[in-house]
C-alpha cells in the first residue's frame, strides 16, 4: 500500500511541478496556457467545445476565455453565418506566450495517459473507480476541476 500512495505522490507533484513550469515560462496560469493550446489548434472554437477540451465546466472555460481576451492573447469574432455564434482566435501575442511553453502544453498526466495502451487506460480505469468506491470521502464535483486548481 505504501509504495502506490508514494506513487499518487509522484504523480500529483510532477503534475504541480510541470504546471507551476508552465506559469513561470509563459506568465499565465497552466489552464490559460492550456485554453490558449486549444484556440490555436481549433481556431473558430466555442466556450462549449472548448469546455469539451478542457475537461472543464462551461463556467471555468468561460473565465478562462474572459482572462484571455483581456490579456489579448486570443480574440473573439462573430461567425459570418450566424450571428450569435462567438469563435474564439489566437491571437499574435498568444502565439508569442504559447511559443515560451515547455512541452507537454496539455499536462504531463493526460499526456502520460494517452501514452498508455487503450487496455492498460481501461484496467486504469476500472482500478481507480473500484479505489474510490472503497473511500469513505471523495468529491464528485472534482472530476471537472484541474488538478491545477487543488
Known amino acids: ?11 500529483f507533484r510532477s503534475v504541480r511541478r510541470h504546471d507551476r513550469y508552465l506559469e513561470e515560462r509563459c506568465g499565465i496560469g497552466a489552464m490559460q496556457v492550456r485554453a490558449l493550446a ?22 471555468t472555460a468561460s473565465k478562462l476565455v474572459e482572462a ?14 450566424d450571428r450569435r455564434v462567438t ?14 511553453a515547455p512541452a507537454p502544453v496539455l499536462g504531463v498526466l493526460p499526456d502520460g ?4 495502451a487503450p487496455t492498460d487506460l481501461q484496467r486504469l480505469d476500472e482500478d481507480l473507480g473500484r ?19 487543488s
Open 68 to 81: 484571455l481576451l483581456g490579456l489579448r492573447l486570443i480574440e473573439r469574432r462573430r461567425n459570418p453565418d
Open 87 to 100: 469563435e474564439l482566435l489566437i491571437t499574435r501575442g498568444g502565439r508569442a506566450t504559447l511559443a515560451k
Open 131 to 149: 479505489l474510490l468506491m472503497a473511500m469513505k470521502v471523495r468529491d464528485e464535483a472534482a472530476r471537472f476541476e484541474p488538478l491545477s486548481d
Open 113 to 116: 495517459l494517452g501514452a498508455l
Open 38 to 59: 486549444v484556440v490555436k489548434a481549433r481556431p473558430r472554437i466555442g466556450v462549449t467545445a472548448l469546455a469539451e477540451a478542457l475537461f472543464v465546466h462551461q463556467p
Open 1 to 11: 500500500m505504501t509504495n502506490v500512495l508514494a506513487l499518487f505522490r509522484v504523480v
